[in-house]
C-alpha cells in the first residue's frame, strides 16, 4: 500500500477549519483535521511531496519525516505543526481502517472506558450574566458535564477603559466576576465548570480575575497570561488557589516541558490538531 496524494478542503463555521484527506492507491484514505487554513494548503503540497510513495502504515516513521523534513523553513511551530497534525491524524484514521481497529488500541489499549468532553457556551450577543447562564443550562440540557464559559472580553463595551495594554477596569472584572458566578450557580452539582481567558491579560489583572473566583469550585482557570510569558503564567498559578490549565499555544512535547518542569501550570491542555498530533499528545500525557 501506498500513498498516493493529500487533499484538503476550507470549512467555514463559528470557526475556520482545513479537513486533510490522505489517500491511498488502494482506494482507503484517511481524514484529519486542522485549525486556521493560514498558509497550510501551501505547506500540504511540500509534505505530499515528502511522503507520496511511502507507506501510509508507518505513521510515528513519516511523521518524523515531516517534522525533520520541515524544520528548516524557519519554524516547527504555527501553520507547519497545524498541516503537520492533520495529516499524522489522518495517518492515524487510515491505520485504524486498514487494520479494522479503534485508535485506542493501536495506541496501546486503554485506562477507562469513558472520556469525558467539555461544550463551550461561546458569547452569547446580550452579555448579562443571566445570557450566559442560560448558555450553561442548555450545555447541560444536550448532556455535557463539564461546560466552559469563555470570561474574556464578556464585558459591555463601556466598561473598557483601556483595549490596547491587556489591563482590566474595575467594572470588567466585577462583570467577569458576575459571568462566573452567574454560570457556576446555574449548574447542577454534578457537572463542573472551565472558564477561559484566551492569554489576554497582564498578570496582575489576570491574577485579580482568578481571586475573585476563589469563592467557586471550578474546574479550571485557562491561558490567563499571553502563551510566551511562562513567567507570568507561573506567578499567577503561584498566587491563587484556583486551577490555572495552559499549553493549546505551545507546540510538540518538548515545548510543553518547560511549563511542566517549572510547574507553572496546574493543568496541561494541548490542541492536538496543532499541537503535532496524536503521538506527540500522547508523549505529554
Known amino acids: 500500500m501506498k500513498i498516493t496524494s493529500i487533499k484538503s478542503v476550507m470549512i467555514q463555521g463559528s470557526w475556520t ?4 484527506k490522505v489517500e491511498t492507491d488502494e482506494g482507503i484514505c484517511g481524514i484529519g483535521e486542522s485549525q486556521l487554513p493560514l498558509g497550510v494548503p501551501d505547506i500540504l503540497q511540500r509534505i505530499e511531496r515528502m511522503i507520496v510513495g511511502e507507506d501510509p502504515r508507518n505513521v510515528i516513521q513519516l511523521a518524523q519525516k515531516i517534522y525533520r ?15 503537520m497534525s492533520g495529516v499524522e491524524l489522518a495517518l492515524w484514521d487510515l491505520q485504524g481502517k486498514i487494520t479494522g481497529l479503534p485508535l485506542w488500541q493501536l495506541l496501546g489499549g486503554k485506562y477507562r472506558d469513558r472520556v469525558r468532553i467539555y461544550a463551550d457556551t461561546g458569547r452569547p450577543g446580550d452579555r448579562s450574566p443571566e445570557a450566559y447562564a442560560d448558555g450553561v443550562r442548555e450545555r447541560v440540557e444536550a448532556g455535557y458535564t463539564v461546560v466552559k464559559v469563555d470570561i474574556d472580553h464578556c464585558a459591555p463595551a463601556e466598561y473598557i477603559k483601556d483595549g490596547h495594554n491587556r489591563a482590566l477596569s474595575r467594572q470588567e472584572v466585577d462583570h467577569m466576576s458576575a459571568v462566573s458566578h452567574a454560570a457556576f450557580d446555574a449548574l447542577p452539582d454534578d457537572v463542573d465548570l472551565c472558564l477561559d481567558l484566551h492569554w489576554c491579560y497582564q498578570t ?4 485579580r480575575v482568578a481571586r475573585r473566583l476563589e469563592d467557586i469550585d ?3 482557570l485557562e491561558d490567563p497570561t499571553p502563551p510566551e510569558n511562562l513567567d507570568a503564567l507561573k506567578y499567577v498559578t503561584d498566587h491563587t488557589s484556583v486551577p490555572i490549565a495552559c499549553g493549546e499555544n505551545h507546540w510538540m512535547a518538548h515545548g510543553l516541558r518547560p511549563m511542566i518542569e517549572q510547574r507553572a501550570a496546574d493543568i496541561i491542555t494541548p490542541d492536538i490538531p496543532r499541537f503535532g498530533g496524536i503521538q506527540e499528545g500522547k508523549k505529554v500525557a
Do not use: E, F, R
Open 204 to 207: 496582575s489583572d489576570a491574577l
Open 218 to 220: 471550578i474546574l479550571w
Open 69 to 83: 523534513g520541515l524544520s528548516g523553513a524557519g519554524s516547527t511551530g504555527g501553520s507547519i505543526l497545524l498541516a
Open 17 to 20: 477549519w482545513t479537513l486533510i
